[in-house]
């Protein structure tokens, strides 16, 4: 197969995805508290990705803001990432509505039935993320248009499951809506591999910090280019009393400190100076501003340095449109090495 079938291929592999996107390529941008803002998701977009906006704490406002100042550096779709658990959801949803963004993705935990029928009637496609299969189904009969699965490999926030076992675990299994891999992606052949298993296209992150629009701090994009994919760890849970949900970033003396917080809030219960809400609170809380500490201030010792363990395939500081061309043309490359490998274009040897 030349070059040009297995791009052709290619398109057929993730026409879902684009055809649900708007794009020219089903690669979402990974939405990343304060990197995924304008100019990185504006990039991703006028590449033929799709660029989303992390919300993070913003506000109304400041979110209507920030679509506005993406619209003006891209006429291509782009989407929103809205944290389920953020106290003005509903708000920054009708924002959105407004504003006119045709993709709303909601994370960070199960969204309110109200939360997704809201974005549907405004108009807007609703993504959700699926951590299981029975969450996959119950999104689905909730009214989501499409879904993200995102495994453990991931930056941030993470769950306790592998991107390959929960691919194999909801692919096939849901085939009403189309379905997006996230989790330790960085190389065109693993999304050929998810798009083969039936993935409308796959959702990267980490591969994107290092862009050449990103605002990362120049420190920040160095800790990645050093970084290997050992390096990007995830929290520790000291008590089971005190749920944490685990948060994958390179080790540095912020991960170092996250277990002494811990420890001297469950101390302050057990002594009664604390209780049980407030303490949950204050662990939760650890990890807030601590992100914008290393990604935009570049204190990338004593902030939060996310990433996910694809960070040791980030090398060096390319443009978004390399960064995509690259991974498209690594794509083309798997399919057409895969079928010039087929025994069945071979000539048929017969045993003498």
């Not at 996230?182 to 693993?190: D, H, K, L, V, Y």
């Not at 219960?269 to 049980?276: F, S």
């Amino acid at each position: 197969m030349t070059h040009a079938p297995a791009r052709l291929q290619l398109d057929r592999l993730w026409r879902r995805g684009r055809d649900f996107l708007g794009t020219e390529v089903a690669i979402l941008g990974g939405a990343m508290t304060w990197v995924s803002e304008r100019n990185l998701v504006a990039a991703i977009s006028n590449a033929g990705g799709f660029g989303v906006i992390a919300t993070g704490s913003m506000n109304p406002d400041q979110l209507r803001a920030e679509i506005q100042g993406t619209k003006a550096l891209t006429r291509r779709p782009f989407g929103v990432n809205v944290i389920t658990m953020h106290p003005q959801l509903l708000e920054l949803i009708d924002v959105c509505l407004a504003e006119k963004v045709g993709h709303v993705v909601l994370a960070g935990g199960l969204p309110p039935k109200e939360a997704i029928q809201r974005a549907k009637a405004g108009g807007a496609k609703v993504i959700c993320f699926a951590p299981a299969l029975a969450i996959a189904r119950k999104l689905v009969r909730s009214g989501a248009d499409a879904l993200v699965v995102e495994g453990m490999e991931a930056g941030g926030h993470v769950g306790p499951v592998s991107t390959s076992v929960l691919a194999q675990e909801i692919l096939p299994a849901i085939t009403e809506v189309p379905v997006f891999v996230a989790g330790g992606i960085g190389r065109g052949e693993a999304i050929v591999a998810y798009l083969e298993m039936g993935a409308a296209g796959c959702q990267l992150g980490t591969r994107f910090v290092c862009a050449a629009e990103s605002v990362a701090h120049p420190k920040f994009k160095q800790a990645f280019l050093r970084a290997s994919a050992r390096d990007a760890v995830t929290s520790v849970q000291l008590d089971p009393r005190f749920p944490v949900i685990p948060v994958r970033a390179l080790a540095n003396n912020a991960t170092k400190r996250f277990l002494e917080t811990q420890r001297e809030t469950i101390d302050a219960v057990d002594r009664g100076e604390l209780d049980m809400k407030a303490a949950q609170l204050k662990i939760e809380h650890f990890w807030a501003g601590s992100l914008r500490r290393a990604a935009i201030e570049g204190d990338v010792e004593e902030g939060s340095v996310m990433a996910g363990q694809s960070v040791g395939m980030v090398t060096g500081e390319q443009t978004t449109q390399e960064i995509i061309d690259e991974l498209v043309a690594q794509a083309v490359d798997a399919l057409a090495k895969r079928h010039a490998e087929r025994p069945s274009d071979q000539a048929v040897r017969v045993p003498a």
